[in-house]
């Protein structure tokens, strides 16, 4: 499927059942645009309707979904859209890395209306999170985790977050491995359950948890090998709401 080997080549992209398909290709109208178009490639994909009051209104495409295995397929979709005569704007959820700002003549004609957060992680399982995601560089990291603030404000004797901990995260040629660290390996960052969350997909800088004080470098030096080792490329991004 054409989602599905798009969806792999960015991190925070999930699969979709059923339903999100069915409501893709169901052809109801919302609001003041109208049925649904789709185009379809060898690479790729997308999904858009229109306005179409045909009045002094400018006529507005917006996009429902974009898809390409590559990103010639992409750029492909794009200027097929930037074709379709009598549109005057183009609405389209998007990655904040969209490259198409700059395969336009005029890279101020693209405008970020909003910011929209689609993922929000909650880490259950240290080692296996870590284990599993990809890294684009090698490197060795002593993580001390604190509860998140629902664990550590409860009242009474409440469960141990399952996530707090010290783990000692390995990275390298063969893939990632991460395990509790033995008590003589001290940590060299400190983080709660919440901001390790944000930094999991790569999204978020860790540098800019660390100025609002939510990470504390405990190691000298060891913060820019956290920022540079959990950095992703292409940046998280979901495309399908829940």
Excluded: K
Excluded at 3 to 17: A, T, V
Excluded at 68 to 97: C, H, K, M
Excluded at 137 to 146: E, K
Excluded at 193 to 200: C, D, W
């Amino acid at each position: 499927m054409l989602f599905e080997q798009s969806r792999l080549r960015r991190p925070g992209e999930i699969d979709r059942n059923a339903a999100s398909w069915s409501d893709l290709f169901g052809s109801r109208r919302v609001g003041t645009f109208g049925e649904r178009y789709f185009a379809v490639g060898d690479e790729g994909y997308v999904i858009y309707r229109t306005t179409s009051t045909w009045s002094s209104e400018p006529t507005v495409l917006r996009v429902d979904d974009l898809a390409g295995v590559t990103v010639d397929a992409e750029s492909g979709l794009w200027q097929y859209l930037l074709g379709i005569d009598l549109i005057d704007s183009i609405v389209a959820n998007r990655p904040f890395d969209e490259p198409l700002r700059w395969r336009l003549e005029d890279p101020r004609a693209l405008t970020v209306t909003s910011w929209n957060d689609r993922l929000w992680i909650r880490l259950l399982d240290v080692p296996a999170a870590l284990t599993a995601r990809r890294y684009i560089t090698d490197g060795c990291l002593v993580l001390q985790v604190d509860p998140a603030a629902e664990h550590a404000a409860a009242d009474g004797d409440p469960a141990p977050d399952p996530i707090a901990g010290r783990w000692v995260l390995d990275v390298g040629p063969d893939g990632a491995s991460c395990r509790p660290a033995l008590r003589r390996e001290q940590p060299d960052l400190r983080m709660s359950a919440t901001a390790l969350g944000s930094v999991f997909l790569g999204g978020q800088e860790i540098t800019s948890l660390a100025a609002a004080g939510l990470v504390t470098e405990l190691q000298p030096g060891t913060l820019a090998r956290a920022e540079l080792l959990f950095r992703s490329h292409p940046l998280p991004f979901s495309s399908t709401g829940f």
